[in-house]
């Protein structure tokens, strides 16, 4: 331990304030997608970049765990390697990029490719807890409609969305009822990786610092996307693959390669794009 | 050529010595002390320790140093650090009518039994710049600053001479009242009674309140306010030990206490009465007290059987928005990565825009 981090306490939180979470964490799971208020911490991160991942990876983790980060789906993207760095410093734990020898992935925006297993738990990032939040900005008002499982609407906002584009035109963040009752916000991750949550069997953590709540998902639980009989729930495809590893399994990034604004897509998600080439060279 | 995103490391490591770098300055021109900061930026020192929520002018002014004179950065800082640390108990309620006043107006009476003390204020300074501060060795007059403890010569609160005629509604402490929650350990929930409001207010950014409470003085739920006191000073604070039994004083902090009078129409079980907003903040910060009383009786609304009819009024509006740590936050979270939303929409508007060439080409080409 370096002398910045002498006086704090194992990752950063003190032991009171994890067990209030771990509370919080325990009433979540009880409840799949039920919004449990728990109180949020100040941390030595701004509100917004990942306060409530945080505060749940600094509950749960311990000193036998190997965190995984990811941010965009990348290991190497700035506030991936901040928040790595903090519990590195701070715990002491092994880190990776690996998925699959990671017990607790903190994520932001993503869901890996490489499934996740029941000795895995993934703790995501959420800005906006409320799946609601569009349409009633009103914290009590969303209360009450989700006490009384009144979805009406945003069943209206994507009737509507179908009457004037043809299709649901929500492409991420979009919300799943967790276990036939509570509408949930999955945080910003694409559509694309929705059907991930269902069955999953890793265990499933959200944390809203900034908004003060943590939901969870627990293993093995129905998660549905919200559709119509008539127009079903469907996911991104691309006309690529990826350009590095050959994936046409994987959610695509696109980049602008030069002047003529020529494109290049390569796979989000780092580790599953570099240990598909890994693979290929062992092959070879 | 694909440019692996490698590297954030390394970035954000160069990017702490720039920021060092960028923060000393010229190093030809001498350092600031943690210590000239505290002594010469005394109102930057308040409002950092008011809205997070510590006093302590050496961490405050040390905040202020690293932050490069970016307040807001320097109230996260304060704020981050005062997480960590553990909490002994409270202390009792601050006794704001015994302060060793330094200054105190009522632009309600002309004269008040203690009188009027304008102290040091910038409000009658005309603005002109005063080139001297430039040249070094700058003259310090001789003037002592007074200060009146109310205890010897009574300076007892505007407020309560109304409240003997009975005209101003009193917020009375009952016994057997609840214990005030603490904001820093339960999460905001409404609807919120009045101390967690007014804790939130006193955390909250000067410039939200500043702008909120104008907005009420320009009809957005107009509440009449006249500026029945404001004083400024120091106060004792006392925490009962447990191992002692009574109150022992902690120490002496200065603040600065506003208390509005407002008009009130009454209804059909209250006679006509004034009201009042409070507002309180460390150091001093007039310009914060008082924009938070503004802010607070009109948070009252609903208390006082008002309509809320105006975002002033509203409480989960103001309460959720009023601290700049969260909005500064949440604000600059923008600059993250949002390649794989963006993606996401990306891949929306050019199927939504090929499905509406395909439909009506005419209008496309128009």
Redesign the interface.
């Known amino acids: 331990m370096n002398a910045l981090t002498e006086g ?1 306490n194992f990752a950063y939180l ?1 032991e009171r304030t994890k067990r209030m979470i771990r509370r919080a964490l325990l009433k979540a799971v009880a409840v799949p997608g039920y919004q449990v ?8 991160l ?4 990942g ?1 409530g991942g945080l505060q749940v990876t600094s509950a749960i983790i311990g000193e036998s765990d190997t965190l995984k980060v990811i ?4 290991d ?7 928040i790595r ?1 903090f519990f590195a410093r701070t715990a002491g734990v092994a880190t990776t990029t690996r998925t699959a020898e990671a017990t607790i992935v903190q994520t ?3 869901i890996p490719e490489t499934p996740l297993t029941d000795k895995q738990i993934i703790v995501y990032q959420v ?1 906006m807890p409320e799946p609601l939040f569009r349409l009633e900005p ?3 008002e969303c209360r009450k409609l989700h006490a009384l499982a009144d979805y009406g609407l945003i069943n209206v906002k994507y009737y509507e969305d179908i009457v004037q ?3 649901i ?1 929500t ?3 979009y919300p799943v009822l967790v276990n036939d009752r509570y509408l949930t916000s999955p945080s ?5 990786d929705n059907p991930k949550m269902h069955m999953n069997p890793a265990l499933q953590l959200f944390g809203a610092g ?1 908004e ?1 709540r943590i939901y969870a998902i627990p293993p093995y639980t129905k998660v549905k996307s919200l559709d119509f009989e008539d127009h079903p729930f469907s996911v ?1 495809k ?1 006309e690529h693959a990826c ?2 590893c050959g994936s046409h399994e994987s ?5 602008i ?1 030069d002047d003529q604004g020529t494109r ?1 897509f ?1 796979c ?1 998600d ?1 580790d599953y794009c570099h240990s598909r080439r890994d693979d290929e060279e062992v092959a070879q | ?9 390394r ?2 490591e160069r990017s702490w010595d720039v920021l060092a770098k960028k923060r000393r300055g010229d190093v030809a021109v001498p350092e600031l002390s943690v210590a000239q900061i505290r002594e010469q930026m005394r109102l930057a020192v308040a409002r950092v320790m008011t809205e997070g929520s510590v006093y302590d002018e050496d961490l405050a002014a040390l905040a202020i140093k690293q932050a490069a004179g970016d307040l807001v950065e320097a109230i ?1 800082l304060l ?2 650090y ?3 640390l ?1 909490r002994f108990g409270y202390t009792l309620p601050i006794d704001t009518e015994a302060m060793c006043v330094e200054r105190r107006i009522s632009a309600a009476f002309k004269d008040i039994p203690g009188g009027q003390m304008l102290g040091g204020t910038y409000d009658y300074t005309q603005r002109l710049l005063d080139f001297t501060l430039l040249a070094e060795g700058e003259q310090v007059g001789d003037a002592t600053i007074a200060a009146k403890a109310s205890g010897e010569s009574a300076m007892p609160r505007v407020l309560s001479m109304l409240d003997k005629e009975g005209l101003i509604e009193q917020e009375r402490s009952h016994e057997n009242a609840p214990p005030p929650g603490d904001l ?8 919120a009674d009045r101390s967690t409001r007014l804790q939130n207010l006193a955390r909250g950014d000067e410039g939200f309140l500043l702008a909120v409470g104008y907005a009420t003085q320009r009809g957005y739920a107009h509440s009449h306010p006249f500026a029945g006191e404001i004083r400024h000073g120091e106060v004792a604070v006392e925490m009962v030990v447990d191992e002692l039994g009574f109150a022992v004083e902690i120490g002496d902090i200065e603040v600065t206490e506003c208390q509005m009078i407002n008009q009130f129409a009454g209804s059909g079980d209250v006679p006509p009465t004034f009201t009042q907003g409070y507002g309180l903040a460390f150091g001093h910060s007039e310009r914060k007290a008082m924009a938070m009383a503004l802010v607070d009786r009109a948070l009252r609304a609903e208390e006082l059987g008002e309509s809320v009819a105006s975002p002033t009024q509203d409480a ?1 509006f103001v309460l ?1 928005h009023s601290d700049n ?2 909005a ?6 923008l600059k ?6 963006f ?6 508007l050019r ?2 825009r090929a ?1 509406h060439g395909a439909d009506d080409n005419k209008e496309n080409a128009a």
């Not at chain 1, 701004?46 to 970049?49: C, L, N």
């Not at chain 1, 910003?188 to 694309?192: E, L, V």
């Not at chain 2, 993250?336 to 939303?341: A, E, I, K, Q, S």
């Open positions: 704090y003190d208020p728990f109180a949020s911490r100040e941390m030595p701004p509100y917004g970049w306060t941010d965009q789906g990348s190497e993207t700035t506030n991936a390697v901040n760095r932001r925006h993503r800005p009103r914290v009590t584009h043809g299709s035109a492409t991420y963040d910003p991750i694409p559509k694309f900034r003060r991104q691309w350009a590095l959610f695509l990034d696109e980049m390669v290049m390569v989000s780092s | 050529m694909y440019v692996a995103v490698k590297g954030g490391e970035a954000i996260f704020r981050a005062r997480t960590t553990p820093s350990r339960e999460p905001l929930s409404f609807p989960e959720y740590v969260e500064s936050g949440f604000v600059q979270h993250l990565p949002h390649y794989v939303d993606q996401s929409e990306l891949e929306l199927r939504l499905a």
